[in-house]
């Protein structure tokens, strides 16, 4: 049974930082390009930022410079440091394994200005 459980998410004050985690299990994780998508009220789903196998890094524009993708592949465990955090950060993020096409529920970021 494939499982992509997101966690980290919550509330925080503009400037701030939370660091997202994404727990897989029943894939081949290290053989996944992983992803963090968000999802804002009335809003499409969008892309943050991608690591690949391999370790390559692509960020949404909005995002880079604050925002850091890492995978632990002994964990199954990609995650999303985000830094200087932004009102209009707030979203539903998701977790995302390219490869093999699977997506977490989501966790909750809210950013109070």
């Known amino acids: 049974q494939v499982q992509l459980v997101e966690s980290g998410g919550g509330l925080v004050q503009a400037g701030g930082s939370l660091r997202l985690s994404c727990s897989a299990s029943g894939i081949i994780f290290r053989f996944n390009a992983m992803g963090w998508y968000r999802q804002a009220p009335g809003a499409q789903r969008e892309l943050v930022a991608l690591i690949s196998s391999g370790g390559t890094t692509t960020y949404a524009d909005s995002v880079k410079g604050r925002f ?10 990609v995650y999303l440091q985000m830094n200087s955090l932004k009102p209009e950060d707030t979203a539903v993020y998701y977790c995302h394994a390219l490869t093999q096409r699977y997506w977490g529920p989501g966790t909750q970021v809210t950013v109070s200005s």
Not at 68 to 77: F, L, V
């Open 68 to 77: 850091t993708i890492s995978r632990d592949n002994a964990k199954n465990t």
